[in-house]
């Protein structure tokens, strides 16, 4: 196959899968790691592709990157994250876990812990705490997002509304100190608010990526946030705003 067709077709596989790594790649049209590299190196300075760690994903155009690049980047400090959340929870509780990265990796941190009551929309969550130590995890149903097969719509809310939980964890978008808490999607938005209705305290996980970053739709202010687990100090203004709203916020070590 010439380059300029290879070209085309990875644009292509990179359009409908979100993230493809070089691996992939080079293992789909029978070529070696270098020559694909060859390939991508101008279509990164075409704006059509942008590179990551690994791998190609499409640009930026103010939209969260794809799920399975977000399970990798910043991935150790969600799990410090998570290790911190792990303090928090304790064996029995119960909670509510919606689909973000940071809560799916945070998920992980819990697997030592016994006799949890979980809901989730998000199968990589659900599979993460299921069939382990006396846990009983509740999914909610409705069509999977190919993206991250998280369910979202009116059966997952419904869903959702039936139970009485002790915390919803939630990642979000990102936490601006005048528009609060952000997310992409107004289905987002909606479960999001469902989720802190239905919860005794609200803890948001996020690494300081989302800190000052606004994005389409407000979910809700800062003060509906009980504690906030992150991996590094807020800015004086973002940290000022926190203390205005009463939210304890976490940092790891």
């Known amino acids: 196959m010439h380059s300029t067709t ?15 790594t070089i691996l992939e790649l080079a293992d789909q049209f029978s070529v070696s790691d270098e020559t694909i590299r060859r390939d991508v190196k101008p279509m990164v300075s075409a704006g059509l592709v942008e590179k990551v760690h690994g791998g190609i994903i499409v640009p930026d155009e103010g939209h969260e990157p794809p799920f399975q690049y977000r399970m990798v980047e910043n991935h150790e400090a969600k799990q410090r994250i998570g290790h911190e959340l792990s303090k928090i929870i304790q064996s029995g509780d119960s909670l509510i876990l919606d689909t973000g990265s940071t809560t799916a ?3 992980h941190a819990l697997q030592e812990h016994s006799n949890l009551l ?3 929309n998000s199968v990589e969550t659900a599979r ?12 909610a149903g409705g069509e999977l997002r190919a993206d991250d097969a998280a369910a979202f719509g009116p059966s997952a809310i419904a869903f959702i509304k039936q ?20 997310v ?12 802190m209705e239905q919860a005794q ?15 389409l739709v407000k979910v809700a202010p800062l003060k509906v946030i009980d504690i906030l687990i992150t991996n590094s100090e807020p800015d004086p203004e973002l940290s000022a705003c926190f203390r205005e709203a009463e939210v304890e916020v976490i940092v790891t070590s």
């Open 163 to 182: 139970f009485d939980v002790k915390y919803a964890v939630l990642s979000l978008g990102g936490l601006d100190p005048v528009k609060g808490l952000m």
């Open 128 to 139: 993460a705490l299921a069939t382990r130590n006396g846990n009983r995890v509740y999914i």
């Open 118 to 120: 979980v809901v989730t």
């Open 184 to 195: 992409d999607h107004l289905e987002e938005a909606e479960f999001s608010r469902t989720v």
């Open 105 to 107: 990796i945070a998920a």
């Open 201 to 215: 305290k609200t803890i948001v996980v996020v690494d300081q990526s989302k800190f000052n970053r606004s994005r």
């Open 6 to 20: 290879r070209q085309k077709e990875i644009l292509k596989a990179v359009r409908l899968k979100g993230l493809c």
